[in-house]
């Protein structure tokens, strides 16, 4: 995603994909804190979380490895099985 440039919808579709999927039945694992990000709305955000990792790669491309290690851990913390 681009939050500077598109703050006002960071993400949506992942927001989108997690109501089909909740929708179904299925098990929501990895939500993220939205701490760090620059953006006024996400259809992504869900009680102040992300519903999974956002990566914005035109702004903010120094912190995406250690989000997604932490995440990967989060998740198997969580109970996702790798």
Known sequence: GDQEG???????????LYD???AKG???LGLTSTDGYNH????AERDGKFVG????EDNQ???????????VEQLK????AF
């Not at 598109?6 to 989108?16: K, M, V």
């Not at 491309?61 to 995440?71: G, P």
């Not at 913390?77 to 996702?80: D, I, L, P, Q, T």
């Open 53 to 56: 990792l956002m990566m914005d």
């Open 40 to 43: 006024s709305d996400s259809k």
């Open 6 to 16: 598109y703050g006002d919808n960071y993400c949506d579709a992942a927001g989108e």
């Open 26 to 28: 299925c098990k929501m």
């Open 61 to 71: 491309y120094d912190l995406s490895e250690d989000r997604a290690k932490a995440w």
């Open 77 to 80: 913390s969580e109970g996702f």
């Open 20 to 22: 089909l999927f909740e």
